[in-house]
């Protein structure tokens, strides 16, 4: 008989480091995941700040008992590190040091990849179900003999839910990161699984977060929970949270795949906190998966219109795409500035194949967002057209993915903005993301561009520049 995956759902009330590496080490022990050879850690931090975006991360105190653990734990270490490679093209580094994570990483003495910073190596994949032939991974993720993965328990506004399968988003740089990154999201997650499985996985949900993975609203979960199957744990933590497994679809395609199980009865549900118990703990925990013009209908001065979209398995919305990236940045407009949505100049957002008037009001500006997006009609007595230049995944060539730099893309923007002396602008990219939302709200909204913030200005400035500096190093090494 083949024996079940194990999943351990276990208490834990706060962020203290010794109880956490207790958790672990027993967890460790129970599902016989011993740490050995090239041992890397990988969190999320998809973005970190302790005032604006203090819950989207795993928590350091989390990662320090993690670390605890794995040093009492493991056997024939060659190396233990930490990487991660950050969201919205903001320097890991940077997002490291507003998490806290170099005081934990200096104390165990351990590694840290900034996976902007190293090289990146080719990987072929072989399967039909497979996007595309080649992806790249950082080399530390190749190399790696045992892999932790340490995602935060979150709801997500595009996939349902980020756990570990969704983790592994972190592990490219943003130049091959943001390649099918559109309606093919759920697809590309579970071809990221073939490159590598974690040996042990963490999912800190100490504190969880609903609605959004940047600025989620923070449930007080009070659980640790454990496995050493991708499958096995998403589908745990689903139920966790009264979702259907088979609805969070990039977990039902990796299981479709032979991966792990989507099915309760073939995982053995362990520990001391009850799956029931939790359940009727998280029945008000709250998702996030509305299309953006009802979600903004409320919104005094900002509305969408949908069109339809290309691809034949998602035509009337793009998950994964530019809509999401639009939610997620007003999300970061209102942590600034909470007045924003009244404050801002009235914007229409236009996404997808769009036909027909737009009936804009006197002094609404349009955004036509998305390579997708088209259409024609007259603005200010002008006709407009607006041109489709999507281009399907095979006439991608991931070789030649843009950088999608930070620095690029604010100037870029900036002065598509400056110069633009039209009610409408056309932000183009498949997707466009939540960094140039921001930079074209900003411009379209005459709204201050958070970019330019004093209070992330020059951090992230000296982190770009430092993470530059470090890349172009690492690449002449190697
Ligand atoms: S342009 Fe945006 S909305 Fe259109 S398919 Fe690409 S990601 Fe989706």
Redesign the pocket.
């Known amino acids: 008989m083949v024996e079940k995956h194990k999943v351990l759902i276990m208490r834990c009330e706060s962020y203290d480091v010794e109880k956490i590496a207790g958790i672990i080490k027993e967890g460790m022990e129970k599902l016989n995941a011993i740490p050995s050879g090239n041992i890397l850690l990988k969190p999320n931090v998809v973005m970190a700040h302790k005032e604006f975006f203090p819950h989207a991360f795993t928590r350091p105190e989390f990662v320090d008992g993690v670390i605890t653990a794995t040093k009492e734990m493991a056997k024939d270490v060659k190396e233990i590190s930490v990487g991660e490679r950050s969201g919205i093209t903001i320097p890991t580094r940077y997002n490291f040091k507003q998490a806290g994570y170099p005081e934990v990483i200096k104390k165990h003495g351990v590694k840290t990849y900034y996976f902007d910073e190293v090289k990146h190596v080719p990987f072929k994949f072989e399967k039909d179900v497979n996007l595309r032939k080649n992806m790249f991974f950082p080399k530390p993720i190749v190399d790696c003999d045992f892999l932790i993965n340490l995602p935060k328990f979150k709801a997500h506004p595009w996939t349902r839910l980020t756990l570990s399968l969704k983790n592994f988003i972190g592990i490219q740089d943003d130049k091959h990161r943001l390649v099918d ?3 093919f999201l759920e697809h590309k997650i579970a071809d990221l699984q073939e490159v590598i499985q974690p040996k042990f996985i963490a999912i800190d949900g100490i504190i969880a977060g609903q609605k959004m993975m940047l600025t989620p609203t923070p449930f007080d979960m009070g659980a640790i929970v454990m496995g050493t199957n991708s499958c096995a744990v998403d589908t745990v933590c689903a139920h966790m949270v009264n979702v259907d497994p088979n609805d969070v679809i990039h977990l039902k395609l990796t299981a479709e795949r032979g991966f792990g199980p989507i099915n309760l009865e073939e995982i053995t549900v362990l520990g001391d906190f009850p799956l029931e118990e939790m359940q009727k703990k998280t029945r008000d925990f709250q998702f996030c998966m509305e299309h953006i013009d009802s979600y903004f209908d409320t919104s005094p001065n900002l509305s969408c219109t949908v069109g339809t ?3 034949k398995h998602s035509p009337d919305y ?1 998950w ?4 999401g ?1 639009l939610q997620e940045s007003m999300h970061i407009f209102r942590a600034f500035y909470p007045e924003i949505e009244k404050e801002m100049g009235k914007v229409r957002y236009v ?2 194949k769009v036909e027909g008037p737009l009936n804009l009001e006197k002094n609404e500006r349009v955004i036509f ?5 088209s259409w024609e009609g007259k603005i200010d007595g002008e006709h407009v057209k607006i041109e489709n230049a ?1 281009k399907t995944t095979s006439e991608v060539d991931e070789k030649k993915a843009k950088s999608n730099d930070l620095q690029k893309k604010i100037i870029s923007a900036t002065l598509h903005g400056l110069f633009n002396k039209k009610r409408y602008i056309h932000m183009k ?4 993301s939540v960094a140039q939302h921001v930079n074209y709200l900003s411009s379209m909204a005459k709204i201050p561009n958070i970019n330019f913030d004093s209070r992330l200005v020059f951090g992230v400035n000296t982190s770009y520049y430092r993470m530059r500096f470090n890349r172009f190093f690492n690449h002449l090494l190697r």
């Open positions: 990154h559109n309606s979209f290309p691809e793009c994964g795409g530019c809509p990236s996404v997808g967002a998305g390579d997708c997006t999507y990219g498949c997707p466009t």
